[in-house]
């Protein structure tokens, strides 16, 4: 009996544990998968023609497929028992919209729970997130077919397979591709190809070792696996069950990613795909519905389009606003006068100012080369706030343009900008005469070289004054607008631009153009230029150059009094060629000094009628006219005792301020 009893004890153990065993599936074959009962979640569905499709095309979403009960691959953990070996077999293919370029891809998942709702889509691929990726709280092992290269997971390709183990980061990875069974050599797979392909996910328990081997659906199972790696299943799944199954995501390119066969296999090899009954893989993934198109494309285009518009005007606003310039219809006639900005812009460098030549009173000077000509030239900036007289004043530009003479600067032409007038002229290698006179460390200009320059200068102001069809006043004859050119030539500059401000932009405030020191007294006291007053200034030139001082001279005390008067004063002691330049240490032609001299007084007498003519002036100059004795009473004038008597000069401004600025004067324009 106790025998009996014994083995009735030993069925019914036997047989309770078969049914225990009955109730854990522990394989499966899904040939297609039309009525299987899955556990989906996200974009997962089973279609109508029998596939598992996990993603639908639609972006940045993210679909599982498990098998809906749970699988035990540990036995006895309580007791420390080890992990089950287990086998799968499963056909995938993915359809992405672009024939080399897709979402992430889709993995094989061994996992202790079926939600995988805190996961993220795009690389993270529906496993994981950024915060939890890798921690083994997320329990899973992986296989992954991943078509993106995520350098942040370490992916080799956009084409590999990986395991992985709670995260996204593979332990092994290869790309898709297989070993010929024969030969051994490494053939190639496409995950993207459009084409079904066959995965195996081989788990030996005994070795701890996941072996994952593909194929192209024709071939069968290739001996040498793909990858091969050791993990403690276990570990990772931690209880004695877990979920079997597929997670997929997509990124930004539409695609799908399907499962056409699967099969499962509890201590061993997964029972074979019946490959004839698959159903064929929609390799067109379908246009996406046209009215969907309109909706999200269309206003994402045109969102980019306008971006790109707006874009565009920018560049070109700042662009037209860096060379904008001004232009009038009444310029057309100047056109070949014009420069446009842009070229100028280039020439100067931009205006930098390396390209600086000097500040004068009405702006900067800056050296340029034209492009394409390679001509010299130096860019005269002009502010000028108000257009009126503008018209006029360019027109004076371009007839000054036509001036031509050995001793001008040859004016080439202007731009015109909003505020701001450039003027282009021949470039000066040897700058101001002003520099050689008055600073220090400059190169001293002999004799010889000084008459030329006044006779130069002379010559210039007659071309103005007498042989050019209309008479041209210069209203600002000063060393500092004499340049010389690279053979020392006097080139007369900047005539005519005194009109500029002639022409008066502030009607509160009057103008009186020319330098201190070179205005004749009349021109403080009725406030108009004329060729006597260019006479004027051109005698405190030939004085200035003589002498070497400035028109103003302060002397010990600190008192200012004018070249001329000094000049006179010396003149009716009879030591005039005393006041010749010290620099010159008397190395200088006697008649010719006492000439200009003896002439400068002259030029410079107060009363208009006085002074000569230009054409005068030059035949003295060239001797081919005698100067006229001056007599005591001819210039016993004290200059700037009447001037001040005028109000002109003020004896505590600067010698050199241009276009002074003098309300008190009485009808000064
Ligand atoms: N064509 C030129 N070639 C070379 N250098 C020049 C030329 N024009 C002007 N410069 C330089 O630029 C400086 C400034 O010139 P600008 O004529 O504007 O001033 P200025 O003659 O000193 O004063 P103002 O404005 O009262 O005439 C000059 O001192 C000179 O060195
Ligand atoms: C699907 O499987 C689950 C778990 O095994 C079961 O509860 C459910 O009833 C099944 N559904 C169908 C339609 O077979
Ligand atoms: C894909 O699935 C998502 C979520 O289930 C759905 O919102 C979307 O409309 C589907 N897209 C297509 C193209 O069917
Ligand atoms: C893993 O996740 C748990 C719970 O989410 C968290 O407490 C832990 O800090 C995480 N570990 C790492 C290394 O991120
Ligand atoms: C296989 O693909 C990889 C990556 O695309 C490439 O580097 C390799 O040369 C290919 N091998 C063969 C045999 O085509
Ligand atoms: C791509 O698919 C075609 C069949 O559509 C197959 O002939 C070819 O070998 C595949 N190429 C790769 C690299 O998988
Ligand atoms: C895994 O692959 C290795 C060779 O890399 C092989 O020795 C082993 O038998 C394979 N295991 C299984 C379960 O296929
Ligand atoms: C695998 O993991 C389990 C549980 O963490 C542990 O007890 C066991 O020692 C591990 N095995 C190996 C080979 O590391
Ligand atoms: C595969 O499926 C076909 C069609 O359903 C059937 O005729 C064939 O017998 C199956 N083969 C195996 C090995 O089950």
Same mark, same amino acid.
């Given at each position: 009996m106790p025998i009996m009893l014994h083995a009735a004890l030993l069925l019914f153990l036997t047989l309770h544990r078969l049914r225990l065993a009955a109730a854990a599936v522990d394989q499966f074959t899904f040939d297609?998968?039309?009525?299987a009962n899955l556990t989906l979640d996200g974009t997962a569905a089973v279609t109508a023609d029998g596939f598992l499709r996990l993603t639908n095309g639609t972006t940045l979403l993210k679909g599982h497929a498990f098998y809906p009960s749970p699988l035990r691959f540990r036995r006895d953990a309580a007791s420390g028992g080890g992990a089950r070996s287990f086998s799968a077999a499963f056909v995938f293919g993915i359809a992405s919209e672009y024939a080399d370029l897709s979402s992430p891809g889709l993995a094989f998942v061994v996992a202790k729970s079926k939600d995988f709702s805190a996961a993220l889509q795009s690389q993270y691929m529906g496993l994981a997130n950024a915060a939890n990726n890798g921690n083994a709280t997320n329990h899973f092992l992986a296989v992954e077919l991943d078509t993106i290269v995520n350098a942040e997971f370490g992916d080799m390709s956009n084409n590999h397979v990986g395991i992985n183990v709670n995260g996204l980061v593979s332990r092994v990875a290869d790309n898709a591709g297989y070993y010929e069974d024969g030969t051994g050599a490494f053939r190639n797979m496409s995950l993207l190809n459009r084409t079904a392909e066959q995965v195996w996910v081989d788990f030996d328990a005994r070795a701890s070792l996941v072996n994952v081997t593909m194929a192209p659906?024709?071939? @069968?199972? #290739? !001996?040498? @696996?793909l990858l091969s790696t050791a993990v403690n299943l276990s570990a990772i799944i931690e209880g004695e069950e877990a979920f079997v199954g597929f997670s997929s995501s997509t990124g930004v390119v539409s695609s799908r990613h399907y499962v056409l066969a699967w099969s499962f296999k509890m201590d061993g090899p997964a029972p074979p795909l019946n490959i004839s009954k698959l159903p064929a893989l929609p390799v067109a993934i379908p246009k996406p519905d046209p009215s969907k198109t309109l909706k999200i494309v269309l206003p994402i285009a045109s969102a980019a389009f306008v971006l790109a518009l707006a874009i565009a005007v920018l560049v070109i606003r700042r662009r037209w606003h860096k060379y904008a310039e001004l232009k009038e219809d009444w310029e057309a006639t100047f056109g070949p006068h014009r420069f446009s900005y842009k070229d100028l812009f280039h020439a100067t460098r931009g205006f930098c100012d390396e390209r600086l030549l000097g500040i004068g009173g009405f702006g900067r000077v800056y050296r340029g080369v034209l492009p394409v000509s390679g001509v010299e030239v130096a860019v005269k900036k002009v502010s000028h706030e108000s257009r009126q007289g503008m018209k006029e004043f360019v027109a004076e530009v371009v007839t000054i343009g036509q001036l031509r003479h050995r001793n001008l600067v040859q004016l080439l032409g202007y731009c015109r900008r909003q505020g701001e007038l450039l003027l282009v002229y021949d470039y000066m @290698?040897?700058?101001?005469?002003d520099k050689f006179l008055h600073h220090r460390n400059s190169l001293i200009l002999n004799w010889g070289q000084r008459f030329r320059i006044i006779k130069g200068v002379a010559c210039s102001v007659l071309y103005l004054h007498e042989d050019w069809e209309q008479v041209v006043l210069h209203r600002d004859i000063k060393a500092s607008n004499v340049l010389l050119d690279a053979e020392m030539n006097a080139r007369l500059g900047?005539?005519?631009?005194a009109r500029l401000y002639d022409h008066g932009t502030d009607p509160h405030t009057t103008h009186v153009v020319g330098t201190m020191g070179y205005l004749a007294p009349e021109v403080g006291h009725t406030g108009r230029a004329s060729k006597a007053s260019d006479v004027f200034a051109f005698g405190v030139f030939m004085l200035e150059v003589a002498?070497? !001082?400035? #028109?103003v001279v302060q002397d010990e005390h600190g008192d200012h009094y004018l070249l001329v008067d000094w000049v006179a004063e010396q003149w009716r002691r009879g030591t005039v060629v005393d006041t010749v330049d010290p620099r010159l240490r008397g190395d200088f032609a006697v008649e010719e000094a006492s000439l200009v001299l003896k002439l400068s007084l002259l030029c410079s007498h107060p009363l208009p009628g006085a002074r000569p003519g230009i054409r005068q002036i030059t035949q003295f100059l060239d001797g081919s006219a005698p100067l006229p004795e001056l007599s005591e009473a001819h210039l016993g004038f004290n200059l700037q005792d009447l001037m001040r008597r005028n109000q002109v000069l003020n004896p505590h401004s600067s010698p050199s301020t241009v276009a002074g600025n003098i309300s008190d004067v009485p009808a000064a324009r």
């Open positions: 297609g998968f039309a009525g659906l024709e071939l @069968p199972k #290739p !001996r040498k @696996p @290698p040897n700058g101001s005469l900047d005539f005519g631009l002498c070497g !001082r400035r #028109p």
